[in-house]
């Protein structure tokens, strides 16, 4: 495989999840169509900002490379607290954040690879 490609792989692959989760938490969070469904969940309403905030702060912190690990490790528990949700309010089409989880994992394991291959070749 083309070298090149593979140093935008990982890298690409965690901006890609981290804009879209972004996004994603960013509508959680603010759009009145969101709060509407959210209400019918019968969850407290201080329940969605504080979910989509916390999203958001692990977002940002996946993005930024000397905070990745934390970040991403925050990801995978606000995933797994999304996907308890969705099944105790019995909605079981979670392979979205399924994938995005899976997506966080893979970028941890190589956040560090580029740096530690190109100091064994020396």
């Keep these: 495989m083309n070298q090149r ?12 999840v981290g804009v879209v989760a972004l996004l994603e938490s960013i509508h959680f969070m603010l759009s009145p169509s969101a709060g509407q469904e959210f209400a019918k969940t019968g969850l407290p309403q201080w329940f969605r900002p504080a979910l989509g905030g916390s999203e958001v702060i692990a977002v ?3 993005l930024v490379p000397a905070a990745s690990l934390i970040g991403g490790y925050l990801l995978l528990i606000i995933f797994a607290v999304a996907i308890v949700i969705h099944f105790l309010l019995g909605e079981f089409d979670v392979g979205a954040i399924l994938v995005y989880g899976m997506a966080v994992v893979v970028c941890m394991i190589h956040r560090n690879k580029g740096t530690t291959e190109s100091s064994h070749e020396r």
């Design 5 to 16: 490609l593979k140093k935008f792989a990982i890298p690409g692959l965690r901006w890609t």
């Design 60 to 62: 940002l912190l996946f």
